[in-house]
């Protein structure tokens, strides 16, 4: 990685990896730039089970995507670049495009990680020997993602809950990030999913959710007619908010 | 497939194809095996798209499966080979073989599918022309597989809803097969399922399931204790049976 930051990850688009629309969820492009991501923090000595030992792990705080054309579809041989774009002693900011069969750029996605002790359960220096690693040089000020509004739920939005199940938590033990899609974008109307693709969005995570919890997917009511809509979404347990999200949608 | 007719899919496994147990999960490893089957389909000419332009498509009846080592966890490299086992006029019997790091056999599923007339909803002829892509000679009789005991749910029963979700619908418009495992499955108590491994199990399918149904996913009763346990599942709409299954478990 010191000599070359940046990560690529090579994927044969499979159907399970693709909804009803016939192309890649959003659920399983975070989860494959995250799968992406890990891969190079292995490369670079610092998996999940290293960084475990240090008694610490990475937190997502917020992200921040643009999506230029329609995902891909199954079958589709996809590209992931990840790197580190910027990073100072607590925090890191990755970045991911993904580009599609004919090399062209089809999503960009940057995000922001806390480093966090997981036992006192708060904020952590990130080890030295991993920020050693990095190639560049440590930033004063890290580069502000843009933030989804803080909405609310109106009398007119839909409201649906969602059981924390078995299969919602990964080998961390944790609800993976990439799992809160389904439910922000399921508690659209499937009238909508059908005709309308993401353009972009933003997301930020306020608090964990664990297994056997309820969780619930707030969204603002959206038209199917215009051509250019936003939704607008809150995630709560027992009205404590857990997460946030803009999306921007176009219509196909 | 003339030649050799027997399809061979690589993977490496992703950390999201894998569950808290840090292995990979059931519903991952049909879906796996769906996507080598679809894989081996579009390389004879007869993908799901192929066979919807005949007016068909394939309908699982029931699947039969023994599990011989633990499965692979995240970053396994992994083979499947798929191959059909027998077929008639009507039916085809599909086998899969799943293959660990070192060559050595993890699982062996067997399935029965049958060709439906998508328009009249009712079994129809598969196709001639796909007839004319298999190796072998058609079967007067086809190899019965396991079906799992058909009993009805007792009052010590666990009993779940699941709504169905808009993700939950593939690009064919229908609940995967794959994605019951997880119905099944989050019915038992998650302090069995990061305790035992499953070593066999036979899945039963009665009847499609729908966008916006809610299934009930029932399961017997299982005890951590002894060595090795039986749990037997209903999934029904209404009291309508919809899947029946069986699983053997050990402890790991």
Known sequence: MLADQTYRFEHDLLYYECNRT?????EMMLALMIAASEKQNQDLGFDEDNAKKSGGGWVII????????????AGDHIVIETRIAAF???????EWQLFDQAGELVAKVR????????TKRRMAP?????LGTYADEAVKRMPRLKFPAKLEAGDD????????????????????????????????????????RPVAFSM??????????TVTSQASPVEVGPNVETSHHRIEIDGQLCALAD???EKI
């Open 247 to 249: 999306f921007s949608w």
């Open 204 to 213: 930020n995570y306020h608090r964990e959710v664990r297994l056997g919890e």
């Open 22 to 26: 016939g192309r890649m969820s959003m």
């Open 157 to 196: 939005w839909t409201r649906r809950d969602y059981r924390v199940r078995f299969f919602d938590i990964d080998a961390n033990g944790h609800v993976n990030n990439a799992r809160y899609f389904e439910w922000l974008l399921d508690a659209l109307p499937a009238d909508f999913l059908l005709h309308y």
């Open 111 to 118: 995000g922001l990680f806390a480093f966090m002790d997981l």
């Open 126 to 130: 990130i080890p030295e020997a991993m």
């Open 88 to 94: 100072n002693r607590f925090f890191v900011m990755r």
């Open 62 to 73: 917020n992200y921040e995507t643009s999506i230029e054309k329609p995902l891909p579809i």
